[in-house]
């Protein structure tokens, strides 16, 4: 099947019992079991759904990885696969993470003995000087978040073989429509399914992706154990939104294309980060690796803080929400949103500056986002 194809079809057959050709929710705690010691497969949610499972199955086909599993966030998901790691190990990450996963990294992992080093992965040389012998984790995210830093998977995968370590690639911004980061390399492939997965803002959810069997088992017994699993009925409504992906997806990309470059023109905006624009510094890498540019694009206003509120304050089709890879357009401004406890020199370190906008461009009409754009930008 080719993908277009999988993302509709992959795993979805006509329940056999009664013919339904949209599959059954099963939104059962528990399976009573023919007999002491059998079971028809399923005994307890915790460990094993039929929902779930046809979830877990439908996103690796996609993604084409062997295994899939399924948890209740996309955090939840990231801390699974962290649990791979013992005191000792160190991680050498992309500095420019979701916030929440850096939150992880530094106010709850380090705490269990885990180190980690940040580094631009867009240049490999600084991710290769940060390798360690005790290096067991290559971490990157890309396109990143907020500032659309991107990577080269095929450089990342040389390097983490050479020193022996994992090499998981957080996919969120990307989905398996525009990139599938295991044909570059990588052990492990990641998604906050939250975001363009099931696309329609109606679920929270994560999954994460393998060939290697015993990192799938290693992540199915965390799952048990822990118990951070997605309800029945969030993998089904999950699964609705996976069969439009690759269409939502395209739509995103080409959206995101007109406003980038409508945005790059504008007197009151400073710079555009947008992958698929030719300013972008990793424009040539994004080409090569992925299908599409996807729809987040982050953007400097001239004006600053009061530049970026007013801006926010005036949207109307935008929606002003945190979150993003949904079908409605939204905007957020980190610097009094979702940084603002950061230090304002630790932010402007980062590249976090006060103009900073992050807009997720959804499905809707292009001409009614940019017109929306347009009359908001007239009252910064
Ligand atoms: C949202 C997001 C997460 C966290 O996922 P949740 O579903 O919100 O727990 C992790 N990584 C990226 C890139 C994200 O966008």
Same mark, same amino acid.
């Given at each position: &099947? #080719?993908?277009?194809?999988?993302?509709?079809?992959?795993?979805?057959?006509?329940?056999?019992? /009664?013919?339904?050709?949209?599959?059954?929710?099963?939104?059962?705690?528990?399976?009573?079991?023919?007999?002491?010691?059998?079971? *028809?497969?399923?005994?307890?949610?915790?460990?094993?759904?039929?929902?779930?499972?046809?979830?877990?199955?439908?996103?690796?086909?996609?993604?084409?990885?062997?295994?899939?599993?399924?948890?209740?966030?996309?955090?939840?998901?990231?801390?699974?696969?962290? #649990?791979? &790691?013992?005191?000792?190990?160190?991680?050498?990450?992309?500095?420019?993470?979701?916030?929440?996963?850096?939150?992880?990294?530094?106010?709850?992992?380090?705490?269990?003995? $885990?180190?980690?080093?940040?580094?631009?992965?867009?240049?490999?040389?600084?991710?290769?000087?940060? &390798?360690?012998?005790? /290096?067991?984790?290559?971490?990157?995210?890309?396109?990143?978040?907020?500032?659309?830093?991107?990577?080269?998977?095929?450089?990342?995968? #040389?390097?983490?073989?050479?020193?022996?370590?994992?090499?998981?690639?957080?996919?969120? @911004?990307?989905?398996?429509?525009?990139?599938?980061?295991?044909?570059?390399?990588?052990?492990?492939?990641?998604?906050?399914?939250?975001?363009? $997965?099931?696309?329609?803002?109606?679920? $929270?959810?994560?999954?994460?992706?393998?060939?290697?069997?015993?990192?799938?088992?290693?992540?199915?017994?965390?799952?048990?154990?822990?118990?951070?699993?997605?309800?029945? @009925?969030?993998?089904?409504?999950?699964?609705?939104?996976?069969?439009?992906?690759?269409?939502?997806?395209?739509?995103?990309?080409?959206?995101?294309?007109?406003?980038?470059?409508?945005?790059?023109?504008?007197?009151?905006?400073?710079?555009?980060?947008?992958?698929?624009?030719?300013?972008? $510094?990793?424009?040539?890498?994004?080409?090569?690796?992925?299908?599409?540019?996807?729809?987040?694009?982050?953007?400097?206003?001239?004006?600053?803080?009061?530049?970026?509120?007013? *801006? *926010?304050?005036?949207?109307?089709?935008?929606?002003?929400?945190?979150?993003?890879?949904?079908?409605?357009? &939204?905007?957020?401004?980190?610097?009094?949103?979702?940084?603002?406890?950061?230090?304002?020199?630790?932010?402007?370190?980062?590249?976090?500056?006060?103009?900073?906008?992050?807009?997720?461009?959804?499905?809707?009409?292009?001409?009614?986002?940019?017109?929306?754009?347009?009359?908001?930008?007239?009252?910064?």
């Amino acid at each position: &099947m #080719k993908f277009d194809t999988r993302c509709v079809r992959a795993t979805i057959d006509p329940d056999p019992s /009664t013919g339904a050709i949209v599959p059954p929710i099963f939104q059962s705690a528990t399976f009573v079991l023919p007999g002491v010691g059998e079971s *028809l497969g399923y005994d307890y949610t915790r460990s094993s759904n039929p929902t779930r499972f046809q979830l877990e199955k439908m996103i690796a086909a996609i993604e084409g990885l062997e295994y899939g599993v399924a948890y209740a966030s996309g955090m939840s998901a990231v801390d699974a696969i962290f #649990k791979l &790691m013992k005191p000792g190990d160190h991680v050498v990450s992309s500095d420019d993470i979701y916030g929440g996963v850096s939150r992880l990294f530094n106010q709850i992992l380090v705490n269990y003995g $885990i180190e980690f080093t940040y580094v631009d992965s867009s240049y490999p040389e600084q991710v290769e000087a940060a &390798m360690r012998p005790e /290096t067991k984790m290559l971490w990157i995210e890309t396109p990143t978040n907020p500032l659309l830093k991107v990577t080269d998977l095929k450089a990342m995968s #040389k390097i983490a073989k050479a020193h022996n370590a994992l090499f998981g690639v957080d996919s969120t @911004f990307a989905t398996p429509a525009l990139l599938r980061p295991a044909e570059w390399g990588a052990d492990i492939v990641m998604h906050s399914t939250t975001k363009y $997965i099931s696309g329609h803002n109606q679920i $929270i959810g994560g999954i994460v992706m393998t060939d290697n069997e015993d990192i799938h088992e290693h992540l199915r017994f965390i799952q048990r154990a822990v118990g951070a699993v997605p309800s029945p @009925f969030d993998c089904w409504l999950t699964m609705l939104g996976v069969r439009t992906l690759s269409l939502r997806m395209q739509r995103h990309s080409d959206n995101a294309m007109k406003v980038a470059t409508y945005l790059e023109a504008h007197p009151k905006i400073a710079r555009v980060a947008y992958p698929g624009l030719e300013s972008h $510094i990793r424009h040539d890498v994004a080409k090569r690796q992925i299908d599409g540019f996807s729809g987040m694009i982050s953007f400097e206003l001239k004006g600053g803080i009061p530049a970026g509120v007013a *801006l *926010l304050n005036n949207v109307k089709l935008c929606a002003l929400a945190e979150s993003l890879g949904a079908v409605e357009t &939204m905007i957020t401004h980190p610097a009094s949103m979702t940084h603002a406890a950061v230090p304002k020199e630790e932010r402007e370190a980062r590249g976090l500056t006060d103009g900073l906008a992050r807009l997720s461009v959804g499905i809707e009409d292009v001409n009614d986002i940019l017109e929306d754009l347009e009359s908001a930008l007239t009252k910064v």
